[in-house]
């Protein structure tokens, strides 16, 4: 595998921005020229930011995983696709190579199929960190039904709420998850989750931990046994289904300022084309490099960078079933010498929470593979930053910090490893086909500089191929989302900075929307759950700066549940959360108060709040418009 459109060299990187500002239509049609398809495209873009509507490579069909398989076998059948470590390091490591995971895709695809899945249905997933979950993510693909990954730490209650938003009648799950210590029941969550779904025709549960579990009849079935059927059958092959490049490939839910988690749909040919030209640029893979994203299938680097992007790249990626720190704050550092991984992409968070151990756990690890370090999902500090750069990458690793949301489905603003330059703490450049724009509230362009610096809200000017399409079931939210605040731009959410130079920082969620180890939350949503809980009259929640998790979640609670002391009160509440969203989304601080500061017209001032919990009592400001000036006072002095 060649990959033509690799750029080697910083006077490339300028002279295909250029290109690819001034002709969108060629410069992605070229890229697009590399890909297998079924039938070409009549158009390459037509779009519009007011429907908001994008149609990249009009009419051409395709199905993703032929780019991700199939095209492999006849040079890469051989070599490894995805190389998965289980969570206990005892336990075999298993190869899969280009041959053997088209053979198992084809079969699940298969599976899916005898169980009544078409084309365009849609398919949840709720697995861990096995090789399973790519195979079912791709057989989807494969038959061209819609999958909706679900991450493994979502509640009963928050899967319950996406079934019934994708209206999905089938699930693919496990028994059980390993992660670290912990041994999650994923079955016995999904059977509550279907209490209140009666819609579920289909659930297929393979076999992971062998906790025991419930198999409701003529529903539950085990995927072993389901493959067993197939090969009785004598269905071995599947042929893909024929996609129309705009058919939308998958659902990904994700946090938005309001309560509801919105399903950002993508579609299949934008998409490849797009993970895969990032994939290769950002990191610079080389045929053969073995490539370690540390993020979860369940989230959407997991999409990009462990399944789509690496696979469409005939690269070897590896999946880990544990978590950083089991069984020892080693482990990371284990894995790349086990394997002699060559990019490792992870997130701030863990960096912080690793820095934390100190070099103990560094001492007799090599490292010596390593070429290319990345981060996402969140503003990498200058400290994690060197820590990562020394330690890790021994200052002779380039360290691409990718900036990049759910909605945008590729990396949209990084530099590129050894081809661009980078600096601690900036995602610095745009990638080709990428349009910044920073804008003040009232959506005019930021043109002066203060201190050598632009400040604004970050929006984009044009689609690039692998742009969120629609939210499932709902248009007009995505329209009010994202094409709405500042008229004919997409809006991030985020706020950036800009240099003299046209690097960009990216200072972090201007909306409310928190960022907590790199997961989205928003506020509503954790207020929503905690207001659920008996005895709570109201909640405000907001974030603070947290040493490792970047940010905490700090939840003021009017309550009057009576009974108990108030620690009692505050487990009741974590546990509702828990129940209500998971326990990603548990406050790390909960103060109870007489009152919230709000205005006259009953608008809770978040402003003060946020205030208060970073600590920075001085800067409050005004508070005479208050309702009731005299509960900041309280708060203050209640502060935790
Ligand atoms: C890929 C992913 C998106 C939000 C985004 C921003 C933050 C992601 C970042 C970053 C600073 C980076 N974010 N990468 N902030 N520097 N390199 O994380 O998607 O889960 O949808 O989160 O994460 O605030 O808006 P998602």
Redo the contacts with the bound molecule.
């Keep these: 595998m060649s990959y033509p459109y690799q750029i080697k060299s910083l006077e490339a990187y300028q002279q295909a921005y250029k290109q690819s500002i001034e002709s969108p239509e060629n410069f992605w049609a070229d890229v697009a020229s590399h890909f297998h398809w079924r039938r070409k495209w009549d158009k390459t873009l037509e779009w519009n930011f007011t429907e908001p509507k994008v149609e990249w490579f009009k009419n051409a069909k395709l199905n993703i995983t032929e780019n991700c398989l199939d095209r492999h076998l006849k040079n890469l059948a051989n070599r490894p696709a995805i190389i998965w470590e289980p969570n206990d390091p005892e336990e075999h490591h298993r190869v899969l190579t280009y041959k053997d995971l088209h053979y198992k895709v084809c079969q699940f695809a298969n599976v899916l199929k005898n169980n009544g899945v078409k084309k365009g249905d849609r398919v949840c997933i709720y697995m861990g960190m096995i090789p399973e979950l790519a195979i079912a993510v791709l057989a989807c693909a494969r038959i061209g039904a819609i999958h909706s990954v679900i991450f493994g730490g979502f509640s009963a209650q928050s899967i319950a709420d996406r079934l019934q938003d994708a209206q999905a009648e089938y699930i693919v799950t496990c028994d059980g998850a390993y992660r670290g210590q912990k041994d999650i029941p994923l079955k016995n969550v999904i059977d509550d989750a279907l209490i209140g779904c009666r819609f579920v025709k289909r659930v297929i549960v393979c076999t992971r931990t062998r906790t025991p579990v419930s198999m409701l009849k003529g529903r539950d079935v085990w995927w072993e046994d389901e493959v067993k059927k197939v090969e009785t059958l004598g269905m071995f092959d599947c042929p893909a289904e024929e996609m129309d490049a705009e058919d939308p490939l998958f659902i990904l839910y994700?946090s938005g300022s309001t309560g509801k988690p919105k399903g950002v749909v993508h579609a299949c040919g934008g998409y490849m084309v797009y993970t895969n030209y990032t994939f290769v640029n950002v990191f610079q893979y080389q045929p053969g490099d073995i490539h370690f994203c540390t993020a979860d299938i369940g989230?959407?680097?997991g999409h990009s960078y462990i399944v789509y992007g690496p696979l469409s790249a005939g690269a070897t990626t590896l999946m880990f079933e544990g978590v950083p720190t089991y069984p020892d704050a080693g482990r990371l550092w284990d894995i790349v010498d086990k394997f002699r991984v060559n990019i490792l992409y992870t997130a701030p968070t863990a960096i912080r929470s690793l820095m934390g151990f100190g070099l103990g756990p560094l001492q007799g690890k090599k490292l010596t593979s390593l070429k290319t370090l990345g981060?996402?999902?969140?503003?990498?500090n200058e400290e994690a930053w060197h820590w990562f750069d020394e330690h890790v990458g021994k200052g002779k690793c380039p360290i691409v910090?990718?900036?990049?949301?759910?909605?945008t489905g590729g990396i949209l603003i990084s530099n590129m490893a050894g081809i661009t330059p980078s600096k601690p703490s900036w995602?610095t450049l745009p990638l080709p086909g990428v349009q910044p724009i920073l804008v003040d509230d009232r959506g005019e362009e930021i043109t002066e500089a203060v201190d050598g610096e632009f400040k604004g809200n970050l929006c984009i000017k044009a689609p690039w191929p692998a742009i969120i399409r629609t939210t499932y079931g709902d248009h007009e939210r995505c329209k009010k989302n994202y094409f709405s605040t500042y008229p004919e731009l997409y809006f991030?959410?985020?706020g950036a900075l800009k240099d003299e130079q046209g690097n960009y920082r990216?200072t972090?969620?201007v909306d409310d929307v928190l960022?907590v180890s790199?997961?989205?939350i928003g506020t509503a949503e954790v207020e929503n759950a905690i207001n659920m809980h008996a005895g709570v009259v109201e909640s405000a929640v907001v974030g603070y700066p947290h040493d490792i998790k970047g940010q905490g979640i700090y939840a003021f609670v009017i309550y009057n549940g009576g009974h108990g002391d108030d620690n009692l009160q505050r487990q009741n509440i974590l546990q509702t959360v828990t129940r209500i969203i998971g326990p990603i989304a548990k406050p790390d601080k909960i103060q109870f108060v007489s009152g919230l500061p709000k205005t006259r017209s009953g608008k809770i001032m978040r402003r003060i709040l946020r205030k208060i919990a970073e600590n920075e009592m001085e800067n409050i400001g005004d508070t005479s418009t208050l309702l009731d000036p005299g509960v900041v006072e309280e708060i203050k002095n209640g502060k935790l």
């Design positions: 994700t989230w959407i680097t981060t996402v999902g969140e503003p990498i910090d990718t900036w990049w949301q759910t909605e995602a991030t959410g985020d990216i972090g969620r960022n790199g997961h989205r």
